[in-house]
């Protein structure tokens, strides 16, 4: 069974399109986590959730919101989608903070 | 914010080599990762630090929280190890990300 699981793993679409990203993880923990790797391969934090609650939130556009309907789930969805919004985007999960953490396999968007 | 930087961004090494990544942070950190990017673009967690040493297989992690400062280490180097390695500190829940060495192991 896939532990942090990402849908859809690639995804095209055309500038000022709304569009979700769904994560999921079966390993019961407490925190998960967005992140954006652009074209540099620069990884970068968005949002972090424990127990449903936002605890990071980085300065990313509002075009960008979170959802948390449970523990094991954590959606992004993203509106009036832009030319620079394309990247590779990571759902990761840890038990907590303190703990390492495991990534889902990615979500390549492209916007056209 | 911690700035995170690691060297070299680019390595090629010869297959049975000893490989060393290094990086090193600005400010003080509750733990350091090190993440393993495969050319398929899966992310691995490798090692989480806060001190001394870790070591899995053939994959050594050690930091010094002195100096600020963590190495990655790869023993008997194979083509498989061909990756990404990212290393990134984390302050409390905010982490802080490396751009990554990109390892090329040569058969």
């Known amino acids: 069974d896939t532990a942090v699981s990402q849908t859809p793993k690639y995804l095209v679409t055309q500038m000022g399109n709304d569009k979700s990203i769904k994560c999921e993880q079966n390993?019961?923990?407490?925190?998960m986590y967005w992140y954006k790797q652009d074209s540099k391969k620069f990884l970068k934090i968005m949002f972090s959730y424990n127990n449903k609650e936002l605890i990071i939130n980085e300065t990313v556009p509002n075009r960008f919101s979170p959802k948390s309907p449970d523990k094991a789930h954590l959606n992004l969805h993203i509106n009036s989608l832009e030319l620079g919004d394309s990247a590779v985007y990571f759902c990761?999960?840890?038990?907590?903070?303190?703990?390492?953490?495991?990534f889902g396999s990615g979500t390549r968007l492209t916007v056209v | 914010k911690n700035e995170v930087e690691q060297s070299p961004q680019n390595l090629t090494a010869q297959e049975g080599e000893f490989i060393t990544i290094n990086c090193s942070y600005s400010v003080g950190i509750s733990a350091l990762h090190w993440l393993q990017q495969h050319p398929g673009g899966g992310i691995v967690s490798l090692f989480m630090?806060?001190?001394g040493k870790k070591k899995h297989g053939r994959l050594i992690a050690t930091i010094n929280i002195q100096e600020k400062h963590s190495s990655l280490h790869i023993t008997a180097s194979h083509p498989r190890d061909s990756a990404v390695y990212i290393c990134a500190s984390r302050t409390g829940n905010q982490f802080y990300f490396g751009t990554g060495t990109s390892l090329t192991v040569i058969p």
């Open positions: 990761a999960s840890s038990q907590s903070p303190v703990y390492g953490y495991t």
């Open positions: 630090l806060s001190s």
């Open positions: 390993l019961g923990h407490d925190t």
